[in-house]
């Protein structure tokens, strides 16, 4: 993507810097280092799901059960939790490259794993359900290490169009991962899908490896081991970054529909799978155009009530979502709702980043993961709860209206968020 619009230090001569539009490139032209780790976790993105895809794929044809697919992300989502936490002391005690290079090389040998058992014919589902548990783990385990590797990498300024990358590659590898992988699939077989991804994370492999040491700044009176008890205390004495886990949870517990999305797609536009499809992607298009059209973020200063109005936009989008009939008019808000979540999901990173001590930065990461990993998934089971006690209708658009009412109770409760002045970062 070229940096047309993109702002420079001075291109007219009048002191007045250009208005960017699209993404700030600027994080890749200046950081070598954060370049390579951009390209790497884009590429093996793509690769892991490509991946999970495959398996869900291959667990259906071994049990044609949806309920063992089901388990796949239940196999997933505890070792995620769990280490997640873990996972983020770890980073705190560790050198922080090793460990990412550890637990990408961990990804890289399960996919080889994979890939040699689908090629000997040794299609056993207990092997892909321990695969996808040892995925999670080392996931839980590279992901706090690389993201508190950021700040580390580039000055303050650039966070927020760092986390604005970031977020593009997240959402285009889970709009198009999959589709690639049911081609690759569909033409090559699971091994073919499971090779490529091995291969994917050995792009990510390199630019670990030519990553400095990057051991966390410790003060004079740290214990050597990090404890995620310590971390949970410093997140309790620090309002504004507990209100970026909070905030989050509004949205993802209480207006996630997504688990609604096949009852919709049939009752209320007269559709099938197809449609269901489309109702699922229609958040991540917009969360990719939040991605892609980024540059204005880097002039916003009030990050905290940037988040508010982020997520707030969400519950409302989602509330309008539930009152429409139009299948193209409902897509249309959901890609809002997506297109606030990306917005909500820089601020929210670059306050993380920027508000928390870098000898912290690994723990605060891991509760992240865990709040996105739990948040949506506890979103699903209330919204089909509550669609089942009374109608999808006042599931979806009670729970954006219940969202937008939470976040501004919240804002009540702590104003000092609003406040919150990126210039002066204060936790």
Same mark, same amino acid.
């Given at each position: ?79 995620? *939790? #769990?280490? $997640? !936490?873990?996972?983020? =002391?770890?980073?705190?005690? /560790? ?8 637990? &990408? ?122 404890? *995620? #008890?310590? $971390? !949970?205390?410093?997140? =309790?004495?620090?309002?504004? /970054? ?8 509004? &949205? ?130 209330? =919204? ?44």
């Amino acid at each position: 993507m070229a940096d047309t619009t993109g702002e420079s230090a001075d291109p007219t001569g009048t002191g007045r810097p250009k208005r960017r539009v699209l993404a700030d490139l600027t994080p890749l032209r200046t950081s070598a280092d954060y370049r390579r780790i951009w390209i790497g976790s884009t590429v093996s993105w793509l690769g892991q799901a490509m991946t999970a895809l495959a398996i869900s794929l291959q667990v259906y044809d071994l049990t044609h059960s949806s309920l063992a697919v089901g388990l796949v992300g239940l196999f997933s989502l505890v070792p995620l *939790v #769990v280490f $997640g !936490l873990y996972g983020g =002391a770890i980073a705190d005690t /560790v050198d922080r490259r090793k460990l990412g290079l550890g637990s &990408a090389a961990g990804l890289c040998l399960l996919s080889f794993l994979l890939a040699g058992a689908a090629l000997a014919g040794f299609h056993e589902l207990w092997l892909l359900y321990s695969i996808v548990a040892l995925q999670a783990v080392c996931v839980a385990l590279n992901l706090p290490a690389r993201s508190s590797m950021i700040p580390r990498l580039l000055p303050p300024e650039q966070l927020p169009a760092a986390n604005a990358l970031n977020t593009m590659t997240s959402t285009s590898g889970t709009m198009f991962g999959p589709m690639l992988g049911g081609l690759v699939v569909g033409f090559w077989g699971y091994q073919a899908a499971y090779l490529i991804d091995a291969v994917a994370f050995s792009v990510a492999l390199y630019a670990m490896w030519r990553l400095p040491s990057m051991k966390p700044d410790r003060g004079a009176g740290a214990t050597k081991r990090a404890s *995620v #008890v310590d $971390g !949970l205390r410093f997140l =309790a004495t620090r309002p504004n /970054v507990r209100m970026t886990f909070f905030t989050d949870m509004c &949205a993802m517990v209480l207006a996630h529909p997504r688990a609604l999305f096949p009852a919709v797609a049939v009752l209320w536009f007269g559709g099938d799978a197809r449609t269901t499809g489309l109702l699922v992607a229609a958040p991540a298009v917009g969360a990719l155009l939040g991605a892609v059209f980024s540059g204005w973020q880097g002039r916003i200063r009030r990050h905290g009530l940037a988040i508010l109005l982020a997520v707030a936009s969400w519950g409302v989008a989602i509330a309008v979502f539930g009152l429409t009939r139009n299948l193209w008019l409902g897509m249309f808000f959901l890609a809002v709702a997506g297109f606030s979540d990306s917005v909500s999901m820089v601020f929210r990173s670059t306050m993380l980043q920027a508000a928390t001590p870098d000898e912290m930065r690994g723990r605060l990461q891991g509760v992240f993961i865990v709040v996105v990993a739990g948040g949506p998934r506890l979103g699903d089971f209330l =919204a089909g709860a509550v669609a089942d006690l009374t109608s999808p209708q006042l599931a979806v658009t009670g729970g954006g209206v219940a969202c937008a009412v939470a976040v501004g109770v919240l804002a009540l409760r702590w104003r000092g968020f609003a406040r919150y002045d990126a210039r002066s970062p204060r936790p």
